[in-house]
């Protein structure tokens, strides 16, 4: 059974910095693209950014790149999001996913989903 389990959230001040991490269990890592998205309260779910299988292709969304940073280790099977320069309108729950595809940015071809960690940046 496939799990992904996300840790790190919180609140912090405007400015500040988190680090999410995504355990992955029941899944080799390293042959998934993986990928974080974020949801705001009453808004749709949102692309962050994706990681490739090695980590050689990384993508950002427009409105957190040069902020955050996604990076991978296959051999803990851990999912990482360092975020930087916090503001207030990153405030959302984060998940992680993963699908064995090669690549994709699409929400609807991720196929399996963590439950969502909350992170919260006050002003």
């Known amino acids: 059974q496939v799990q992904l389990v996300e840790s790190g959230g919180g609140l912090v001040q405007a400015g500040g910095s988190l680090r999410l991490s995504c355990a992955a269990s029941?899944?080799?890592?390293?042959?998934?693209?993986m990928g974080w998205f974020r949801q705001a309260p009453g808004k749709d779910r949102q692309f962050v950014a994706a990681?490739?299988?090695?980590?050689?292709?990384?993508r950002y969304g427009d409105s957190v790149r040069g902020r955050f940073t996604i990076s991978r280790d296959n051999t803990k099977n851990i999912l990482y999001l360092q975020m930087n320069s916090l503001k207030p309108e990153d405030t959302a729950v984060y998940y992680c996913?993963?699908?064995?595809?090669?690549?994709?940015?699409?929400?609807?071809?991720?196929?399996?989903w963590g439950q969502g960690t909350q992170v919260t940046v006050s002003s």
């Open positions: 029941g899944l080799t890592v390293n042959n998934v693209v």
């Open positions: 990681i490739d299988w090695n980590g050689s292709t990384l």
């Open positions: 996913a993963a699908d064995r595809t090669r690549w994709t940015l699409r929400e609807s071809e991720y196929y399996y």
